[in-house]
């Protein structure tokens, strides 16, 4: 079976709606996720933690009327991040959070290192 969204050079797949939805759950569930474990009044001042995305594909999706879309990596580092900088106005917070991010495709995992390098989300000192 062919994949309907392939990342190259010279290609980047348009988002269906029904995965725009997916990935609006997503990004709410670790925000969220992030806020309660993290904000518990007997927390620790920090948490460490490992996120894995199985099918990462390559970070990016075109918009159906144009523009660029994030998919699930740069949906995992912004809200996250969104999260802990909120806890830590609040509280003394620090998140320890790694993040593995894999497809089957090596091709797409080196135009989502690009994206990456290229992201505001993203601070340097991340390997793949």
């Given at each position: 079976?062919?994949?309907?969204?392939?990342?190259?050079?010279?290609?980047?797949?348009?988002?269906?709606?029904?995965?725009?939805?997916?990935?609006?759950v997503?990004?709410?569930?670790?925000?969220?996720?992030?806020?309660?474990?993290?904000?518990?009044?007997?927390?620790?001042?920090?948490?460490?933690?490992?996120?894995?995305?199985?099918?990462s594909?390559?970070?990016?999706?075109?918009k159906?009327?144009?523009g660029?879309?994030?998919?699930?990596?740069?949906?995992?580092?912004?809200s996250?991040?969104?999260?802990?900088?909120?806890?830590s106005?609040?509280?003394?917070?620090?998140?320890?959070?790694?993040?593995?991010?894999?497809?089957?495709?090596?091709?797409?995992?080196?135009?989502?290192?690009?994206?990456?390098?290229?992201?505001?989300?993203?601070?340097?000192?991340?390997?793949?």
């Amino acid at each position: 079976m062919t994949s309907k969204y392939i990342w190259s050079e010279d290609n980047i797949p348009q988002i269906d709606v029904h995965s725009t939805k997916k990935h609006d759950v997503l990004r709410e569930y670790l925000k969220q996720y992030i806020l309660i474990v993290g904000g518990h009044p007997f927390q620790r001042s920090s948490l460490s933690i490992t996120f894995v995305d199985a099918f990462s594909g390559g970070g990016i999706y075109e918009k159906p009327g144009g523009g660029i879309y994030y998919g699930s990596p740069l949906i995992f580092l912004e809200s996250t991040n969104e999260a802990a900088s909120y806890l830590s106005s609040r509280k003394n917070f620090k998140l320890n959070a790694h993040y593995i991010f894999l497809d089957k495709q090596k091709t797409y995992l080196d135009f989502l290192k690009n994206v990456l390098i290229e992201s505001s989300v993203v601070r340097l000192g991340f390997c793949m």
